[in-house]
């Protein structure tokens, strides 16, 4: 699998839905403690995992722009096997080039360019993670409207808010957030996300691995459960 976030090299495989950063900053909002999964892959570009799939977003000023992964499975593969020596040698080694400026990424419409062999109808495909990503980031909701309102109800707010703008809540998954959570109490960021990776590359299913990063989906209830079951049994 190759890795797919530089805009230069593969502008076809991007896509972008309309966001101003009064709307969204995605540097303040991913990285502040409420989901543990993203991480700034370089400079501007950050890669998680959202609904059992590896992602990197990034943004500019009136678009965010993103690129989804292939998992193991939709590329045929299965997770690797034998000694960590031989695993590695099977690991295709890539290199992030997160160096395009603004004014060279294409906004044309480029939906019916195929998503490598795995997509059969690849219109319906981006036009489902488009909604994804709006659902995920609640972009339905106008944020710029609701600053309004909390600045003309808080002369605190008013002051402080033009510094940050485009902070919103996540629309998280339930159990990823009631246990990663659980994890918070008396912790810091930094080492929560560390639980929150062990915790799924533990008990989670393997997506694919880029820059020598494994990614991970989020255990289900019945693998807790399973997990819980044999420590306590």
């Known amino acids: 699998m190759q890795h797919l976030t530089s805009l230069s090299a593969w502008p ?4 972008s839905i309309p966001c101003p950063r009064h709307e969204l900053r995605l540097n303040f ?3 502040a ?3 543990f999964r993203w991480r700034e892959s ?3 570009f ?3 995992v959202l609904h059992g799939r590896v992602w990197t977003l990034t943004q500019e000023d009136e678009h965010i722009w993103y690129t989804v992964y292939p ?3 939709e590329e045929g593969n299965k997770p690797e096997t034998g000694t960590p020596k031989r695993a590695a040698k099977r690991k295709l080694k890539t ?3 997160h160096t395009i400026p603004p004014e060279d990424i294409k906004t044309e419409d480029t939906s019916s360019v195929e998503y490598g062999p795995i997509i059969t109808d690849s219109s319906k495909v981006y036009e489902k993670d488009g909604e994804t990503l709006r659902d995920y980031f609640q972009l339905r909701v106008s944020l710029n409207e609701l600053y309004r309102q909390w600045g003309d109800s808080d002369k605190n707010f008013q002051k402080v808010a033009k510094d940050f703008p485009g902070i919103r809540i996540l629309r998280q998954d339930p159990i990823e957030c009631l246990f990663s959570f659980i994890c918070t109490s008396n912790n810091h960021i930094s080492r929560i996300t560390g639980m929150i990776e062990r915790l799924c590359g533990a008990l989670g299913r393997q997506l694919c691995r880029l820059d020598s990063v494994d990614y991970y989906s989020f255990p289900d209830l019945q693998a807790l459960a399973g997990r819980w079951q044999t420590v306590y049994a």
């Open 33 to 35: 403690g409420q989901s």
């Open 95 to 97: 290199t992030p080039q």
């Open 71 to 73: 998992n193991i499975e």
């Open 12 to 15: 076809a495989l991007w896509r």
């Open 46 to 48: 950050w890669t998680g």
């Open 29 to 31: 909002v991913l990285p």
């Open 42 to 44: 370089s400079p501007g």
